[in-house]
């Protein structure tokens, strides 16, 4: 009976222990955290499956916690990120500068994930949320870039504090702290009020279209472990409180009647279309691979807000099970391109290219992992998307639906775009002695890829799990057997289609040894018109790869950075109106700014 | 017609009033030649691009090995009056050697490149004129040069064997064309009621 | 489940074997258009064999892993395929968006083994072939969305009973505007005249082929073969209602084949933004203003 | 017209075929040829009138092909300078096997009209074996089918193995290509 609060201080303490060792020797330090993580996530899967872990308080003072499907879900997911994600650590604390508090900070947020997901009371919702976004704050300028800290931070804390306004307005109308007592007892304006606030605290943590600036620039300048963290688990913050509002809270707003849905959640859905047109149109104009792979994020967060605003039992496993496939798939991609961030120390397509001669597994992991955010069938993504087609094509949502249609076709342009300008094409003379990654490294890759293969091969009891948290959010879940998954217009059977797709590949196998065996011939042979070209940074076709898409929306790509700065130009002037009004060289000017102030708040009051 | 006629008049008075011209000829009725010093090629080439012959046409040069001399050509245009200007001048073949016009046209580098490797002529000023251009491992005197002889060289290079005397692939024993003759010869007897011919 | 298995194999057999001798036939009608013999009918079936003959060259193992993947691919979806609406490998498993979701597997494959083949014209044409994917594909679900709301079921075997049984009623007469807007995703996607910038044999030297050589090109060429035969299906059984039994399905397919090979005959090429532009200017209009009608208005003839 | 003329068939032993079914590829080989569109010289104004409506190639199961991987047949179009030379060798090697060469027109059998000049080489079985040879100062169409129809007569009889010649005897062709180009990959300016 592994009980939370006690794993909550172990790992606190956890954190302590390894800041010591870090300190002493940085390896030792990272083998430390792994098992830290390790034990932690063993003893929540233990006994996490079966709802039987101990949520008495006995320590921690004024903190409570309740076991619920939802919350343990997302911990289980985002836990098993972080252990993937640890076992990098030994090879890249090195080069940091304060490597010692990194290991703290790493485990420090993940006790404040633990607390975040299994806690019942908003105010200890508060307080976790916000010792995840301080200590992920102090992470990542470790990626030597204050600039990506700065805008992480500013995002958060305006939606930390959209959310306290939220817990407040349902204090003063429920009168409990209780996250369910408190969502249950909204109604009418205040239901509507507390809607709109949380969906603001989703949308800065999940990077959804209006508040997305800050996602490419701390998951791009980001140190190369700690990204993946970022963009797999931390993103799901933003889901869960999506799921509070959306689902919890619903208010019943004026029906759409074509669709038969609320207006706010038809809007937050078409918000989240937006996010996923700007996200894959952002990334297929991006040359850095890590910042590619943070706007894939936004353009996947987009899928998962569109999955939860369609209220019903199809739309919310497609939703929950896309979280699963993208907290995979993304952490796979990203620890792939880390390790090559590592060989060659740079992420950015125009230096990099050929480098599967030398990385092969580092590739395959790649292509797995992009395989599967693309949603092509054998892999888990294909499942969720088919889900999330569903319930879109149920309710006849055309506009919804365009975008959704672009998101999954944009996603397999952009995701190949690393992998041509990054793996494949000429080898580089500079890139010839890269080595392949070392061993501990490669057992998350391998891990990664079989989960990847899993889920989307036999997604039966994955699904299954996700009933329950659906029956328990009040949904009627989806009948699933053990090898096909019924939604309301079609059937489908992965593991058919992963058998089928292991059958033609056996008969192209066939095709291909039977015939004359081909004569191997190195890159630089190719068909270059007759001309004799000796460099092969020439033969490499990486630099702006999609080059006519990108002049169709050349001018109209940096509108949201523009409206910030103006923005930020707006706040700034305000400030040099407060201080001329203020600080004034003579005093007699401020003293009566003052008391005109307190006269106009006190008018009401007093007389 | 009429005003071509004055435009080489004009081109004429021009060229005389710069430089001493020793020899004009006429070539068409909108070109005209002018033979004149090697040391004055610059000033009139500056004089005819400020009136106007902006366009250097051709650069090359004229092997004339009994006079032991290189007869350098100029070819400018003028877009407004169609008229050709050649500046010829003569250098002097053992060691040619001609000031690179390229302050005055920057397009001559090319030009310069092909006349140093089909003449062998330096143009100083021009900083790459030894680069080879369109020869590739070239190994034998300029080729433009008259005392080079092709044949001699394509002999030495090109060896040529005696091809078999006979040499086809058509197989004896194949009927397709007897057939064929047979099948022509029935559909002409048709044609003219089967009577012999 | 072996059975069906070998029963999918068979389809995808013969589904390379009609779309190979149709395509035949097409070049013999092509020829005779421009007044000239046109080669014989099983002409590409003796290309395809020759090039299985010939010995040729690899650039490693990525540039062989990546075709084995496409025509592993291609294969796999059209065992998936029905001809009639009874005849099928698999019972109910022919949902449509399998087809289109596998195909895309067949496209990564080829797009991977030719940018691995390190040419750029290989990159460039595989570039080229994703973005016109991008163009056809948004137009062509929208329409798909409509025809799937409609009659409430995503499998093929289901949208064709759902056309057969209201009075032989198909869905290019019921949605003409999506019907037309099929047509001209169904040319982006098998690559015809207008659309077949990721080939263009003049500009990009045959785009991703570029590099390949005998039985490489002769796979590739099975998978171009499969991948038409499984569009063209795809269109009869959406927009035309399916076939009762399998001649009426050879008619339909060779109706559609030709016609979209007449008007990529007689058709230049459109640059790549051209494409994408023109995708996203008309196509997508009609598909929404035809979604709209149908879904909302209902007005379904 | 008979263009050439027949000499003795060579004996093929049965352990130079590599495999059995070689000979079934024949036919196919033989029935769906490629043309690399390489227009070296003059002659390649004859190709489009043998292509369209008149002469019509495709019913023979020739087309052209855009790259040397594809293509089965190196058409040399006429003369043959230094330059082109070095880059026909190197897209001949770049072909996959089976190839074969046809030669049009007079220049690469004697040089044609330009045997005496610096630039253009005489005889190009020096350098790359050749199976046919379509003799005339640029031959008219009717003539090139016949060419072709040759090569296909010479597929048939296997006396079409130009390519096994030039992988048996590599050395001499390699030194005669050394002696008159010098070397054939060269380093330019323009390609560095």
């Known amino acids: 009976m592994a009980s939370v609060e006690l794993l909550i201080l172990f790992l606190v303490g956890a954190g302590v222990i390894a800041y010591i060792l870090t300190r002493f020797n940085t390896f030792l330090g990272s083998i430390f955290t792994i098992f830290a993580v390790m034990f932690v996530f063993v003893s929540l899967a233990g006994y996490g499956f079966g709802m039987n872990m101990d949520t008495t308080v006995n320590i921690l ?260 099970y896309h979280i699963l496939a993208h907290a995979l798939a993304s952490a796979g991609a990203f620890m792939a391109i880390a390790a090559v961030a590592r060989a060659t120390g740079t992420t950015k397509m125009k230096e990099l290219g050929g480098m599967i001669h030398k990385m092969p597994i580092t590739y395959l992991a790649y292509l797995i992992a992009i395989i599967s955010m693309a949603g092509i069938p054998p892999m888990g993504g294909f499942i969720s998307k088919w889900l999330i087609f569903q319930a879109v094509i149920d309710k006849g949502m055309i506009f919804v639906g365009i975008a959704v249609f672009f998101g999954s076709v944009g996603s397999f342009l952009y995701v190949f775009r690393p992998l041509a300008a990054l793996f494949l094409g000429q080898e580089l003379t500079e890139y010839k002695k890269v080595k392949e990654a070392p061993l501990l490294m490669l057992i998350p890759t391998f891990i990664l890829m079989g989960l990847n293969v899993y889920t989307g091969v036999f997604p039966g009891g994955i699904l299954k799990f996700i009933n329950n948290i659906i029956v328990e959010l009040g949904y009627t879940g989806i009948e699933v057997s053990t090898y096909e998954i019924n939604g309301t217009n079609g059937i489908l059977n992965p593991a058919l289609i992963g058998l089928i797709f292991a059958v033609g590949s056996g008969i192209a196998f066939l095709i291909f040894i039977v015939l004359k065996k081909s004569r191997k011939v190195e890159l630089m042979d190719t068909y270059t018109a007759a001309n004799f070209v000796h460099d092969e940074h020439l033969l490499h076709y990486a630099v702006d790869f999609y080059a006519p898409l990108e002049r169709l929306y050349e001018k109209q790509s940096n509108w949201m950075t523009k409206f910030y700065t103006a923005l930020a130009e707006k706040v700034r002037e305000l400030g040099k109106l407060g201080k001329y009004l203020f600080m004034s060289k003579n005093i007699s000017t401020t003293v009566f700014w003052i008391v005109a102030i307190i006269i106009f708040l006190l008018w009401g009051e007093v007389l | 017609m009429m005003n071509s006629m004055n435009n080489i008049k004009e081109v004429e008075d021009l060229v005389n009033k710069t430089v001493k011209v020793l020899k004009t000829e006429n070539i068409d009725k909108n070109q005209i030649a002018f033979e004149i010093e090697k040391l004055e090629v610059h000033r009139l080439l500056t004089v005819l691009k400020n009136t106007g012959w902006i366009q250097l046409s051709y650069l090359s040069a004229i092997d004339w090995p009994d006079e032991n001399k290189f007869e350098v050509v100029y070819i400018v245009f003028n877009w407004e009056k169609p008229v050709y200007i050649q500046v010829r001048t003569k250098i002097d073949r053992g060691n040619p050697v001609m000031e690179s016009i390229l302050p005055i046209f920057p397009g001559a580098k090319y030009y310069e490149r092909e006349a140093h490797e089909f003449f062998g002529i330096a143009f100083p000023g021009n900083p790459d004129y030894e680069k080879q251009l369109i020869l590739e491992n070239w190994d034998d005197i300029p080729p433009l040069r008259k005392d080079f002889d092709p044949s001699a060289y394509s002999a030495r290079k090109f060896p040529s064997r005696e091809y078999p005397q006979d040499f086809s692939v058509k197989d004896p024993n194949n009927k397709t064309l007897e057939k064929t003759e047979e099948r022509k010869k029935r559909a002409k007897a048709l044609r003219v009621g089967g009577k012999k011919q | 489940m072996i059975l069906n298995i070998l029963i999918g194999i068979g389809i995808a057999f013969f589904g390379f074997v009609l779309q190979t001798s149709i395509a035949g036939i097409n070049r013999k009608i092509v020829g005779r258009l421009q007044k000239r013999h046109g080669p014989r009918w099983y002409q590409e079936f003796i290309d395809i064999f020759k090039l299985l003959s010939k010995r040729s060259i690899t650039h490693g193992w990525i540039f062989d892993f990546g075709v084995i993947m496409a025509l592993g691919g291609i294969i796999a979806t059209a065992m998936f395929m029905p001809l009639t609406n009874n005849f099928l490998a698999f019972e109910n498993f022919d949902n449509f968006f399998i087809f289109v979701y596998l195909i895309a597997v067949g496209m990564l494959g080829m797009a991977m083994s030719a940018s691995g083949s390190g040419n750029p014209w290989a990159s460039i044409g595989v570039m080229r072939a994703l973005t016109t994917m991008l163009a056809y594909e948004v137009p062509f679900l929208i329409v798909v969305l409509t025809i799937i709301n409609l009659t409430g079921n995503s499998s093929l075997t289901e949208i064709m009973l759902y056309q057969q049984a209201s009075g032989n009623n198909w869905f290019l007469i019921a949605l003409p505007i999506g019907g037309l807007v099929g047509f001209i995703a169904l040319m982006g996607m098998l690559g015809k005249k207008p659309f077949e910038t990721y080939v263009a044999p003049a500009e990009i030297a045959s785009g991703p082929m570029v590099e390949y050589g005998g039985k490489q090109l002769g796979m590739l060429f099975i998978m171009n073969e499969i991948s038409a035969f499984i569009e063209v299906s795809l269109f009869v059984h959406l927009f035309l209602g399916g076939a009762t039994n399998i001649f009426e399905f050879l008619i339909k397919y060779f109706v559609v084949y030709t016609l979209a090979n007449l008007i990529s005959s007689v058709n230049g090429r459109f640059k790549i933004d051209q494409v994408v532009k023109f995708f996203y200017k008309w196509p997508l209009i009609m598909a929404v203003t035809q979604a709209v009608i149908a879904i909302y208005f209902g007005w379904v003839i | 017209m008979l263009s050439t003329k027949y000499t003795e068939k060579t004996k093929l032993t049965k352990d130079e075929i590599d495999r059995k079914w070689w000979e079934v590829g024949d036919y196919f080989r033989r029935n769906s040829l490629w043309l690399l569109m390489y227009c070296t010289g003059c002659c390649a104004v004859e190709l489009p009138p043998s292509m369209t409506s008149a002469y019509d190639m495709e019913r023979l199961g020739m087309g052209p092909m855009a790259t040397p991987r594809q293509a089965d047949i190196l058409l040399v179009s006429g003369y043959l300078s230094l330059k082109t030379l070095r880059r026909l060798i190197y897209t001949y090697e770049q072909m996959s096997e089976p190839k074969y060469v046809i030669g049009l027109g007079s220049c690469p059998i ?72 010098g070397e054939v990959i060269i380093h330019d300016e323009f390609h560095e």
């Open chain 1, 61 to 320: 003072p004024g903190i409570s916690f309740t076991e619920t499907y939802l919350g343990f879900y997302f911990a289980i997911i985002i836990v098993f990120v972080y252990l993937m994600v640890s076992f990098f650590h030994p090879y890249y604390l090195s080069e940091y500068k304060y490597k010692n508090s990194y290991n703290l900070l790493f485990l420090l947020s993940l006790a404040g994930i633990l607390g975040a997901f299994y806690t019942d009371n908003f105010l200890n919702l508060f307080f976790f949320f916000e010792l995840i976004i301080w200590t992920t704050m102090f992470l990542i300028p470790q990626g030597k870039s204050k600039e990506a800290a700065v805008s992480y931070f500013g995002f958060s804390i305006a939606g930390s504090v959209a959310m306290l306004i939220g817990i407040f307005i349902t204090y003063n109308v429920s009168g409990t702290f209780s996250i369910y007592q408190g969502l249950a007892a909204l109604s009418g304006t205040n239901a509507i009020f507390v809607f709109v606030l949380f969906i603001i605290a989703a949308f800065a943590k999940l990077g959804s279209f209006p508040l997305h600036i800050w996602l490419p620039i701390a998951h791009g300048n980001a140190p190369h472990p700690f990204s993946p963290v970022l963009s797999g688990a931390l993103v799901k913050l933003g889901a869960f409180i999506g799921v509070l509002a959306l689902i919890r809270i619903a208010p019943a707003t004026g029906l759409f009647t074509a669709m038969d849905l609320p207006i706010g959640q038809y809007v937050v859905a078409i918000l989240g279309s937006m996010s996923i047109v700007f996200g894959t149109l952002m990334a297929i104009k991006e040359d850095d691979a890590k910042k590619l792979l943070a706007y894939s994020s936004m353009s996947h967060g987009g899928y998962i807000l569109v999955a939860f605003s369609i209220l019903n039992g199809i739309a919310f496993a497609g939703g929950f």
């Open chain 4, 110 to 181: 004697n040089g044609g009209i330009y045997h005496d000049s610096h630039a253009v080489i005489n005889q190009l079985d020096q350098y790359i074996p050749v199976d046919v040879y379509v003799a005339g100062c640029m031959p008219n169409p009717e003539s090139i089918l016949n060419g072709f129809v040759d090569l296909m007569e010479s597929i048939k009889n296997k006396t079409a193995n130009s390519w096994k010649k030039y992988r048996d005897n590599n050395e001499w062709y390699k030194q005669n290509q050394k002696d008159a180009l």
